[in-house]
């Protein structure tokens, strides 16, 4: 067979089956049949010849015993007397109406003779598919650097069955970000990847066979069912060069010598327990640093004076504004014209022809044993506990309230699954929170598994019925970079009292002798009790100092 002219995959014909190919196998699975998870009805696979072009293979059951030893990804054979047949599927992966096929007369031996490369890629850039010139469900090849990838979740298939999806972010060379998304067996092996504590800092991934995808009106990428390879930080040229590149870039953009490495969102659970960010809802406007930190509360309303839903950008999910164009008419007046168009807020969103995709943004009053806060709930949580997309609600629910963008007369009932129901919430407290004393925070990630409620409250020694003090000091201490009373502080009690400014730092006994005085000019002491509330922080007062507690005067 060895010494039989080779045909290339652009030679092929129905018109003879006397030829033999040279092939790389580089990519295979198998079909089972339909009710029957366990029988494999044909295995297929895709071929590259020397030239690097692709052409899909399939060999029935009845002869796998035949030619099982041969089928090995990445090994190159030499297949004399393939069979073409018609390629009934319904999406085409290598573009082409015919396939080859295995049949009894065909003959199949292993070569080391390949003198090709390896792959034959041919990338396509990140901003092509976002400006949708690539048709969905084309195959295409794609290279990123992994920024983040998040939990791998469970997710159900058009028959009902269930599946694997895992999502992760992809950059590219020219800093364009995309969402991707694996299924199956590729997200399976991506996330033990990405959560061994032995991988390296740095990933970049290749999808071979890859294909651009739209979901709620958002462009991204996904792998193209079985039939795509996908390497992660693997020995190839492509890999190592992209890599090299990506780095020296981040690093002219860095004053620092280290880079941010690929970030891994843990799953629910190791996100909530292993964090030692842990506060009450009360001690929340007290940090001064940007962080996430965790709360455990119960959601008591949703303000129906504030917009649940906002149109966004389908490229960064910011906010979009809607333009209308003004035509001047010949008497001098003008008229709008009814085309409309979108601009992103966004100021580093060069997005074109921007279709605008409707997002929760759902205001929630959280309330625990010592306060009550505003937090937002955005549209991936949300969507996993609505089972609905809002552009879904906003179809069933028609009344819209329109001195209010975005709010209903009456909020949609499906919200009521939320209400009075406790969660354990990861909010962000931003720089605008901060700098701006807003106490609205976005809700990262939240659950309601009474399992890991329980988990965090016996770890966290928190009862919402009974916060004791030696708690309150123990959860506020946790947080970290809480503000502390300083020198310029001044506690006001009363209408015209103000106590000497007080340094906590400062353990001078008389220094609190004259702020008790200057109390006790307002307020009865009660001396029988000498017990005291620690100061929220990284605050230490001696123990041998007593404060008496106090109660207002009563005016005879």
């Not at 004053?255 to 891994?264: E, F, P």
């Not at 060069?350 to 995709?357: F, G, L, Q, R």
Request: a negative charge; proline letters at 3%.
């Amino acid at each position: 067979m060895e010494n039989n002219q080779i045909t290339m995959f652009r030679s092929l014909n129905a018109h003879s089956t006397n030829y033999t190919i040279k092939a790389k196998i580089i990519s295979m699975w198998d079909k089972k049949m339909n009710g029957y998870d366990n029988q494999i009805y044909r295995v297929d696979m895709l071929l590259m010849d020397e030239e690097g072009s692709f052409i899909q293979c399939s060999c029935l059951h009845k002869l796998f015993k035949r030619f099982l030893k041969f089928l090995v990804v990445d090994d190159c054979l030499l297949i004399h007397k393939p069979s073409l047949a018609k390629d009934t599927t319904k999406i085409k992966v290598t573009g082409k109406d015919q396939k080859l096929s295995l049949y009894a007369f065909t003959s199949v031996l292993k070569t080391d003779n390949w003198s090709s490369p390896r792959y034959f890629f041919k990338f396509t850039d990140f901003k092509s598919v976002l400006s949708k010139k690539v048709e969905v469900n084309t195959p295409i090849d794609f290279i990123g650097y992994l920024v983040v990838s998040y939990p791998i979740e469970d997710a159900n298939r058009k028959d009902g069955s269930k599946t694997k999806r895992m999502n992760i972010t992809l950059k590219d060379l020219e800093d364009q970000k995309i969402s991707v998304t694996l299924w199956e067996n590729y997200a399976i092996t991506l996330s033990n990847y990405m959560n061994d504590k032995n991988r390296p800092a740095h990933v970049v991934i290749v999808v071979h066979f890859g294909t651009a995808n739209i979901y709620q009106g958002k462009v991204g990428l996904t792998n193209m069912f079985e039939a795509s390879r996908v390497f992660i930080n693997s020995d190839i040229h492509e890999i190592k060069e992209f890599k090299d590149r990506y780095l020296e870039k981040e690093l002219s953009k860095s004053s620092s010598s280290k880079q941010s490495c690929s970030q891994v969102i843990s799953n629910t659970e190791d996100e909530f327990l292993n964090v030692e960010d842990f506060v009450l809802t009360g001690f929340i406007a007290s940090i001064d640093v940007e962080k996430k930190v965790i709360i455990v509360g119960t959601i008591i309303a949703i303000s129906n004076d504030k917009p649940w839903y906002y149109l966004s950008c389908n490229h960064c999910k910011k906010q979009i504004e809607e333009k209308s164009e003004l035509v001047e008419k010949d008497d001098g007046s003008f008229d709008v014209l009814d085309d409309k168009s979108f601009e992103c807020i966004n100021p580093d969103c060069d997005a074109v022809d921007i279709v605008p995709v409707h997002r929760y943004k759902i205001p929630l009053r959280v309330q625990d044993s010592t306060g009550t806060v505003s937090c937002t709930l955005f549209d991936y949580e949300a969507i996993k506990l609505l089972k609905k997309t809002s552009k879904e609600l906003l179809d069933i629910y028609s009344k819209v309230d329109t001195s209010t963008e975005g709010s209903f007369q009456s909020l949609p009932s499906e919200f009521d699954v939320l209400l009075k129901k406790k969660f354990a919430f990861q909010i962000k407290i931003s720089s605008f929170n901060i700098s701006n004393r807003i106490e609205n925070y976005g809700i990262s990630m939240l659950s309601s598994d009474e399992d890991l409620l329980s988990a965090l409250e016996k770890k966290w020694k928190v009862n919402e019925s009974d916060v004791s003090e030696s708690n309150v000091q123990c959860l506020s201490d946790s947080v970290g970079n809480v503000k502390s009373l300083s020198k310029e502080s001044q506690f006001v009690m009363g209408d015209s009292v103000t106590p000497d400014p007080i340094d906590v730092n400062d353990q001078d006994p008389s220094k609190f002798e004259n702020i008790k005085r200057n109390l006790e000019d307002v307020y009865d002491v009660d001396s029988s009790s000498t017990k005291r509330r620690n100061s929220p922080g990284n605050v230490e007062i001696n123990n041998s100092i007593k404060l008496d507690l106090i109660t207002p005067k009563i005016k005879k």
